[in-house]
């Protein structure tokens, strides 16, 4: 039951923010959309890079004071970091161990979701984007639902935000 009342927050938060950046996101979309226009990097890519330094746990594209990163978090041997990509420079610029409460509290949940994954993050985003022909991932976060690992994948595409959810794990879980 608690379990239940988490995940249906969570999944009310993810969608109250996909609601409340739609009330700025007709144009904060659009920005984000003409920023990613010329990117020829992926989300995907950015998790697969992730991986030769740790697990990647979380990942999204952002605009921060008009520039486009890729924000990931990456959970190592000696914790959880996030990194910042600036696809402009196409190199990792800024590393930022976060000491926020709330920050670890969320990291640690995702970690905990993508330690019981069979599937890796990189495999869930490129699935959901396989599936939603002319849709680029702009976000992925693990969860749990019902104890079983899940990614919420954000896409944008040519109609607008699609929020899909992909298994993180294979048959008998």
Same mark, same amino acid.
């Given at each position: 039951?608690? !379990?239940?009342?988490?995940?249906?927050?969570? #999944?009310?938060?993810?969608?109250?923010?996909?609601?409340?950046?739609? =009330?700025?996101? /007709? !144009?904060?979309?659009?920005?984000?959309?003409?920023?990613?226009?010329? #990117?020829?990097?992926? *989300?995907?890519?950015?998790?697969?890079?992730?991986?030769? #330094?740790?697990?990647?746990?979380?990942?999204?594209?952002? &605009?921060?004071?008009?520039?486009? !990163? &890729?924000?990931?978090?990456?959970?190592?041997? /000696?914790?959880?970091?996030?990194?910042?990509?600036?696809?402009?420079?196409?190199?990792?610029?800024? +590393?930022? /161990?976060?000491?926020?409460?709330?920050?670890?509290? #969320?990291?640690?949940? !995702?970690?905990?979701?993508?330690?019981?994954?069979?599937?890796? *993050?990189?495999?869930?985003?490129?699935?959901?984007?396989?599936?939603?022909?002319?849709?680029?991932?702009?976000? +992925?976060?693990?969860?749990?639902?019902?104890?079983?690992?899940?990614?919420?994948?954000?896409?944008?595409?040519? /109609? =607008?935000?699609?929020?899909?959810?992909?298994? *993180?794990?294979?048959?008998?879980?």
């Amino acid at each position: 039951m608690l !379990q239940a009342l988490r995940l249906a927050i969570v #999944v009310t938060a993810v969608t109250l923010s996909s609601v409340a950046m739609a =009330g700025d996101a /007709d !144009q904060g979309y659009a920005e984000l959309a003409a920023a990613l226009k010329n #990117v020829k990097g992926t *989300l995907e890519s950015g998790l697969k890079a992730g991986e030769r #330094v740790g697990r990647p746990i979380a990942a999204k594209f952002v &605009l921060e004071h008009g520039v486009l !990163q &890729l924000s990931l978090r990456i959970a190592k041997d /000696d914790g959880i970091s996030e990194f910042n990509l600036y696809p402009a420079l196409s190199a990792i610029n800024e +590393v930022v /161990d976060f000491a926020d409460p709330a920050k670890i509290e #969320v990291a640690t949940a !995702q970690k905990l979701a993508i330690d019981s994954a069979t599937i890796s *993050l990189f495999s869930a985003t490129e699935s959901a984007v396989k599936s939603n022909k002319g849709f680029r991932a702009i976000g +992925v976060l693990p969860m749990l639902s019902e104890g079983r690992p899940v990614a919420v994948v954000t896409l944008l595409g040519p /109609d =607008g935000i699609r929020v899909v959810t992909e298994k *993180l794990y294979r048959f008998g879980f």
